[in-house]
């Protein structure tokens, strides 16, 4: 009885046919994370790169931000807001090293939806410039 010797023929044939379609869906989905469409970090919360967000909760009527000041400056008139909620929290004062949280109300979330929402954030420092910065917040409603 002669062993039949199998070559490597199909498995290099199914790579030429298939590979292509293989790296064209690897392509895309990388398009679709680079661009934001989908989301594999999960909860986010991002403001600058100096204003670090320590904790946040999106909830059906509010979004509460815990917002850390890295920044060597006292940060004076800090408002905040959501898109998508009617009011703002406003003229609170971060000293620089410390955090505070910002409860921003007039929200109308669905528990279990998906928020991707942008959040603004607005200051005035020691010398009396003011800046905005806009973040992205991320989180399923709780």
Known sequence: ME???KSQA?????????GWAILV????LGILVYFGLINIEG????????????EFNIEQDKVV??????MDQLLLGVDVGVKGCSEMDMG?????????????TGCDY????????????TYILEDGK???KVGKLIKIVT
Do not use: Q, R
């Not at 609170?92 to 921003?104: S, Y």
């Open 3 to 5: 062993l039949e010797k």
């Open 10 to 18: 199909p498995v290099l044939e199914f790579f030429i046919t298939y």
């Open 25 to 28: 869906i690897l392509v895309g």
């Open 43 to 54: 909860a986010t919360c991002k403001i600058a790169p100096k204003l670090k967000c320590n």
């Open 65 to 70: 931000l815990t917002i850390e000041n890295k």
């Open 92 to 104: 609170n004062i971060l000293d620089k090293g410390k955090e505070d949280t910002f409860i921003i």
């Open 110 to 121: 669905k528990v279990g939806d998906k928020v991707n929402t942008l959040t603004n954030l």
């Open 130 to 132: 003011t800046y905005t």
